[in-house]
């Protein structure tokens, strides 16, 4: 099992940016290539960007690339995502995710999920 939180949501302007955090407790982080996902109300959960075991690859959603950076730290077993000239489209919940291989962009593709951060952004 791998636990996964979340953080770093909130309220902000378009225009702005929002770092989120995801950090990861049980099995062993690194073996996990890591994913972020969104969801709007009343809308499916979608894939944003995913990251490798080691950070050397990374492939993101169009509506994101450009604007938002996946990384991580396996040192301190956290994933992050910078999200600059956020849009008002862009507000959803954000979830983190752990998969077990890379590449995928399903929500079936991941096995472990964290609870979810709220990024909202005002016009």
């Known amino acids: 099992q791998v636990q996964l939180v979340e953080s770093g949501g909130g309220l902000v302007q378009a225009g702005g940016s929002l770092r989120l955090s995801c950090a990861a407790s049980?099995?062993?982080?690194?073996?996990?290539?890591m994913g972020w996902f969104r969801q709007a109300q009343g809308k499916e959960r979608e894939f944003v960007a995913t990251?490798?075991?080691?950070?050397?690859?990374?492939y993101y959603a169009d509506s994101v690339k450009g604007r938002f950076t996946i990384s991580r730290d396996n040192a301190k077993n956290t994933v992050y995502l910078q999200m600059n000239s956020l849009k008002p489209e862009d507000t959803a919940a954000y979830y983190c995710?752990?998969?077990?291989?890379?590449?995928?962009?399903?929500?079936?593709?991941?096995?472990?999920w964290g609870q979810g951060t709220q990024v909202t952004v005002s016009s």
């Open positions: 990251i490798n075991w080691n950070g050397g690859r990374t």
């Open positions: 049980g099995r062993t982080f690194i073996n996990y290539p």
């Open positions: 995710a752990a998969a077990r291989s890379f590449g995928g962009v399903a929500p079936k593709d991941y096995a472990y």
